[in-house]
């Protein structure tokens, strides 16, 4: 079976991956028909417009400049009456429809700032993705899900009460930079608990074999698919997910209960035969 390009993608160095082509490879699970050009050319005419506000060098006037353009000419905004549509979570529906969820709105920001070179980073705050805008005095904080409005630092700690009600307190931490890695294990552990609530179990197999590709240091993804698959009846298949696991499984404890697994998936495969 040909490796799926999202997968052939994550073989690369992280700094080497661009975050647009990996969101729009892992739409294809859910569009098999996407072309990426036709996405790559919208994020660079995005980008143009943006250049063509001539907003200098400052922060505030670069984000003036981005907001122009994805917020107010486009209407770029976050999809409040249907949050956990699935299509919110896919870059190519985010730019056909015009509205996600705040990752997916995130990437948008980011791959437009990215064209023209300017430093937007994206944030992982618990319970809600963020940006920031970077120059050589200071940063501005966005939230593309509200309309690209700006932050204070203090305004983070709000969200953080709506969200879990006292129990994360805001850090510093949660305002440096993440990497693609870690963006694109964000969105697909969104897209995990919306299928997982939607009880769309072959689009969660899916899912999990995207975030095994992400961080194959983590042998977590591949535990829970082999468990998937097992519930579904795909003995054979999940006998080669939980061999995968095992390999990179580093607890001892955890080895040892999953070769009690393997026993008894091969009893199970010996009395198919």
Wanted: proline letters at 5%; glycine letters at 6%; aromatic letters at 8%.
């Amino acid at each position: 079976m040909a490796t799926h390009p999202f997968d052939s993608l994550m073989e690369l160095r992280t700094a080497d991956i661009r975050l647009d082509c990996a969101a729009l490879h892992l739409a294809r699970d859910a569009y098999p028909g996407l072309v990426l050009g036709r996405h790559l050319r919208r994020l660079d005419e995005l980008a143009e417009e943006v250049a063509a506000q001539r907003p200098g060098l400052s922060a505030p006037l670069r984000y003036e400049a981005l907001r122009a353009v994805l917020v107010e000419r486009c209407g770029l905004r976050g999809n409040e009456d249907d949050y956990y549509d699935p299509q919110n979570s896919y870059l190519n529906r985010v730019l056909e429809r015009g509205y996600g969820i705040p990752i997916s709105l995130s990437i948008v920001w980011i791959e437009v700032a990215r064209r023209l070179k300017w430093p937007l980073h994206g944030l992982s705050l618990p319970g809600h993705f963020l940006v920031r805008l970077d120059d050589a005095e200071r940063f501005v904080l966005i939230d593309p899900f509200r309309g690209g409005q700006t932050l204070r630092v203090e305004d983070c700690q709000q969200i953080l009460e709506h969200c879990f009600e006292g129990r994360v307190r805001f850090t510093p931490e949660f305002l440096k930079p993440i990497d693609t890695r870690a963006i694109l294990l964000r969105l697909l552990a969104n897209l995990r608990n919306i299928y997982i609530a939607a009880r769309d179990w072959p689009a969660v197999a899916q899912v999990l074999q995207r975030m095994a590709a992400v961080d194959p240091g983590n042998p977590r993804p591949q535990h829970e698919l082999a468990g998937l698959l097992y519930r579904r009846g795909e003995v054979r298949a999940a006998y080669a997910c939980l061999s995968a696991y095992l390999r990179r499984e580093k607890d001892a404890r955890e080895q040892l209960l999953a070769r009690e697994e393997l026993a008894h998936l091969e009893a199970l495969i010996a009395s198919l035969n």
